[in-house]
């Protein structure tokens, strides 16, 4: 996107958009359209990009969200792991927790 300056023409804006996969630009024209044209994608830019931010900052949450679960996770794991241990249980190949035999 932008504007263009041509030695007969003078200037005029253009926008790039893809049409089956392949970037094609579209004239839209010189002096006040130009201008209009050019301000409502500077707007619509702004607009992706606060949207953009938002996002971000959403994922950014949920990650630390994640990482104080996982932790929560891995010391429920190891409570329980320890609390079927010390009752004289035992995990039979890394599957079910069986109890001892003869106990």
């Given amino acids: 996107m932008g504007w263009e300056r041509r030695p007969r023409g003078g200037s005029y804006y253009t926008r790039s958009r893809k049409v089956g996969g392949r970037v094609v630009r579209e004239y839209v024209g010189g002096g006040l359209i130009g201008e209009l044209a ?11 990009e606060t949207e953009r931010a938002a996002w971000q900052a959403e994922r950014e949450r949920y990650a630390a969200l994640d990482g104080a679960l996982a932790n929560l996770d891995a010391a429920t794991d190891a409570a329980t792991r320890a609390a079927l241990a010390g009752a004289g249980y035992y995990q039979h190949h890394r599957g079910e927790w069986r109890r001892r035999g003869g106990e």
Wanted: charged residues 45%; proline residues 0%.
């Fill in 38 to 48: 050019a301000a409502q994608d500077a707007e619509a830019r702004a607009e992706r």
